[in-house]
């Protein structure tokens, strides 16, 4: 059973970058079936996809978040990682990792999520 | 990106069907619709993919439907453990998603 882990500090000072990590296990991150998403909910709002990794290489994110967005992959610890650059209180949110297959577009494996708090 | 539209809440009692609404032109471009179920604090669950298909261990009292630029989650024979958020999200091209805004539903 694939299962997805966040980890990360729970508290980042407003103008920092957050940095979270994602680690896989049941399942190789290798796999060029799948792209391994981050996507948050900010506290009394819905949903957001941040952004995408496929491949490994290949990295897609949201037009809105792009100019502060970096995802990366480390196929030697089956983890994937999230960078998030001159966080602002807006970025407070709960962060997910997830998968969904090529071609499906559908989230099918979600971690558990980590809250994330931007604040001096 | 392209804007989901949902609306923010619908109630029903026990034993009665509701359907969530979710309205945008990446639906009408793409034929990818997802549905999801979230309890506060717990990982939001895929329930429908694929507009109308059922992941496995999926409740068939939930269905969902496509009919032009709006998608429609329809939940039967409500029950308590139904009260949650529900989401939908959509392909919207250059491999994005797109997350509606969500629909809180309340089992009265």
């Known amino acids: 059973q694939l299962q997805l882990q966040e980890s990360g500090p729970g508290l980042v000072r407003p103008s920092e970058t957050l940095s979270l990590i994602c680690t896989v296990s049941?399942?190789?991150?290798?796999?060029?079936?799948?792209?391994w998403d981050w996507i948050r909910q900010s506290p009394g709002k819905g949903l957001e996809w941040i952004g995408s990794l496929y491949n490994s290489v290949n990295s897609y994110y949201n037009p809105s978040l792009k100019s502060r967005v970096t995802m990366s992959v480390d196929t030697s610890k089956n983890q994937f990682s999230l960078n998030l650059s001159s966080v602002t209180a807006a970025d407070t949110a709960v962060y997910y990792c997830?998968?969904?297959?090529?071609?499906?577009?559908?989230?099918?494996?979600w971690g558990q999520g980590a809250l994330v708090t931007v604040s001096s | 990106q392209s804007a989901l539209t949902q609306p923010a809440s619908v109630s029903g009692s026990p034993g009665q069907s509701i359907t969530i609404s979710c309205t945008g032109t990446?639906?009408?471009?793409?034929?990818?619709v997802s549905w999801y179920q979230h309890h506060p604090g717990k990982a939001p669950k895929l329930m429908i993919y694929e507009n109308n298909k059922w992941p496995s261990g999926v409740s068939n009292r939930f269905s969902g439907s496509k009919s032009g630029d709006t998608a429609s989650l329809t939940i039967s024979g409500l029950q308590g453990e139904d009260e949650a958020d529900y989401y939908c999200?959509?392909?919207?091209?250059?491999?994005?998603?797109?997350f509606g805004g969500g629909t809180k539903l309340t089992v009265l």
């Open positions: 049941g399942g190789s991150i290798s796999t060029r079936t799948y792209y």
């Open positions: 990446i639906i009408g471009n793409y034929n990818l």
């Open positions: 997830g998968r969904h297959q090529y071609g499906v577009w559908s989230v099918d494996y």
């Open positions: 999200c959509s392909y919207g091209g250059v491999s994005t998603l797109v």
